[in-house]
């Protein structure tokens, strides 16, 4: 690998200079007041992030997937009843995590490749009348597949059954780069990570709750220390935490945080569209098609694509890193062999992903697939060039 090119893998993503910058400061002592300009401001900034104005926002030193554990560990309790759709890896994971903790679930399959389904889950919640149903997750970007459910017709579904289930989302490879809406979309437990759209080195586990979660944590029943969210709570009020906090990451979220405002949330997630519609109009041009079914569940942050039958995906990813320098991702569970993945999230602009797509020709070519060199590269130009032009005649037909 080099680390001079970009990296094109789901996350952890490219990091800006300024970031590292801001991680890399001196030893300050987390129990003196100074460590509360770091904490209090971040909590604030994410906040504003998850387009809230209510949201209690904590943050771990850990992963997404300890903030999915902070999710379900602070609000229910062992023998609770959670209804999730598997659509990929990372919500099996979660599905997964929740049967470890005794949980029982009511788990909609869905094939890999589809959004979560709104309807059936208004139907099961219709017909949960006892109300035995406590909470709904929900992976609104599937990170294996390049998937992305409607949050917004998730929760008018609960609203129509007239289920007061929480609403609990993983947004790791989505909040930050896609648009988000914890409070229009009523979202109770919001989930993300430091490595994804807020460009930082792993290490953070990013979580916001509702008052309706917070309320459930009065109850909680499951066993949890490190993700007490309570305990996260009075040290907050002292401008501290229970242990040792990542300071330096922390430093570093305010950063990203005053980056990602400074260029307006709109266009973060405008600039996301427009880099991931030039990757697709790549795929399209080598004769390939995304895992994603249609384009109502195209990711903006994810591109997952399927090779041809018969051959090895994974080829392409051990290729790249072997012979160019440039890391992608492989396809994990179900499509695991059948798709690479292209991550275009974070620290990217289109320069930077039009060398991507170019390594990509350049292994597919390599290894035989009936790729011609130049057709990506040049769809995704073509469109970076004119994009707007484009849209703009097709909704004018």
Same mark, same amino acid.
Not at 149 to 165: L, Q, T, V, Y
């Given at each position: 690998?080099?680390?001079?090119?970009?990296?094109?893998?789901?996350?952890?993503?490219?990091?800006?200079?300024?970031?590292?910058?801001?991680? +890399?400061?001196?030893?300050?002592?987390?129990?003196?007041?100074?460590?509360?300009?770091?904490?209090?401001?971040?909590?604030?900034?994410?906040?504003?992030?998850?387009?809230?104005? #209510?949201?209690?926002?904590?943050?771990?030193? #850990?992963?997404?997937?300890?903030?999915?554990?902070?999710?379900?560990?602070?609000?229910?309790?062992?023998?609770?009843?959670?209804?999730?759709?598997?659509?990929?890896?990372? #919500?099996?994971?979660?599905?997964?995590?929740?049967?470890?903790? /005794?949980?029982?679930?009511?788990?909609?399959? !869905?094939?890999?490749?589809?959004?979560?389904?709104?309807d059936r889950f208004e139907e099961i919640l219709t017909g949960d009348?006892?109300?035995?149903?406590?909470?709904?997750?929900?992976?609104?970007?599937?990170?294996?597949?390049?998937?992305?459910?409607?949050?917004?017709?998730?929760?008018?579904?609960?609203?129509?059954?007239?289920?007061?289930?929480?609403?609990?989302?993983?947004?790791? &490879? &989505?909040?930050?780069?896609?648009?988000?809406?914890?409070?229009?979309?009523?979202?109770?437990?919001? !989930?993300?990570?430091?490595?994804?759209?807020?460009?930082?080195?792993?290490?953070?586990?990013?979580?916001?709750?509702?008052?309706?979660?917070?309320? =459930?944590?009065?109850? =909680?029943?499951?066993?949890?220390?490190?993700?007490?969210?309570?305990?996260?709570?009075?040290?907050?009020?002292? &401008?501290a935490y229970p242990y040792t906090p990542a300071v330096g990451l922390?430093?570093?979220?305010?950063?990203?945080?005053?980056?990602?405002?400074?260029?307006g949330l709109e266009t973060v997630f405008a600039r996301h569209h427009?880099?991931?519609?030039?990757?697709?109009?790549?795929?399209?041009?080598?004769?390939?098609?995304?895992?994603?079914?249609?384009?109502?569940?195209?990711?903006?942050?994810? #591109?997952?694509?399927?090779?041809?039958?018969?051959?090895?995906?994974? +080829?392409?990813?051990?290729?790249?890193? &072997?012979?160019?320098?440039?890391?992608?991702?492989?396809?994990?569970?179900?499509? =695991?062999?059948?798709?690479?993945?292209?991550?275009?999230?974070?620290?990217?602009?289109?320069?930077?992903?039009?060398?991507?797509?170019?390594?990509?020709?350049?292994?597919?070519?390599?290894?035989?697939?009936?790729?011609?060199?130049?057709? /990506?590269?040049?769809?995704?130009?073509?469109?970076?060039?004119?994009?707007?032009?484009?849209?703009?005649? !097709?909704?004018?037909?």
């Open positions: 690998m080099s680390f001079q090119n970009p990296v094109f893998i789901p996350g952890p993503t490219n990091i800006p200079e300024s970031l590292r910058k801001a991680c +890399d400061m001196p030893t300050i002592d987390h129990r003196s007041p100074l460590f509360g300009t770091i904490l209090h401001p971040a909590r604030k900034a994410v906040q504003a992030i998850l387009k809230s104005t #209510s949201a209690e926002v904590f943050i771990f030193p #850990s992963t997404g997937t300890g903030g999915w554990e902070t999710a379900i560990t602070n609000t229910l309790s062992e023998g609770d009843t959670v209804l999730v759709a598997r659509n990929g890896m990372f #919500s099996h994971r979660w599905i997964d995590m929740c049967e470890r903790h /005794g949980l029982e679930l009511i788990i909609v399959d !869905v094939a890999w490749g589809q959004g979560i389904p709104a009348t006892a109300h035995r149903i406590k909470a709904v997750l929900a992976t609104h970007n599937e990170t294996a597949t390049g998937v992305v459910s409607d949050i917004g017709a998730i929760r008018h579904a609960m609203d129509a059954a007239g289920h007061p289930a929480m609403l609990m989302v993983d947004g790791v &490879s &989505s909040i930050a780069s896609m648009d988000f809406r914890f409070d229009a979309w009523g979202v109770d437990v919001a !989930v993300t990570g430091s490595q994804k759209g807020f460009m930082l080195p792993p290490g953070l586990a990013i979580v916001g709750f509702s008052e309706k979660a917070m309320d =459930a944590t009065k109850t =909680a029943g499951l066993h949890r220390t490190f993700f007490d969210v309570h305990d996260m709570m009075k040290g907050y009020a002292n &401008s922390m430093n570093g979220l305010n950063e990203a945080c005053r980056m990602l405002m400074d260029e427009r880099i991931a519609e030039g990757v697709r109009r790549a795929v399209w041009a080598w004769g390939l098609e995304l895992c994603a079914e249609s384009p109502d569940v195209y990711s903006d942050t994810i #591109s997952a694509v399927r090779t041809p039958n018969g051959f090895n995906a994974t +080829d392409i990813v051990t290729h790249a890193a &072997s012979t160019y320098g440039v890391a992608f991702g492989v396809g994990l569970g179900d499509v =695991a062999g059948k798709v690479f993945r292209i991550g275009h999230l974070g620290s990217l602009t289109e320069v930077m992903t039009l060398s991507g797509i170019a390594t990509a020709e350049m292994c597919m070519v390599d290894l035989g697939l009936d790729i011609k060199l130049g057709s /990506g590269v040049a769809a995704a130009q073509e469109y970076y060039r004119y994009g707007s032009e484009i849209e703009q005649k !097709v909704a004018a037909q």
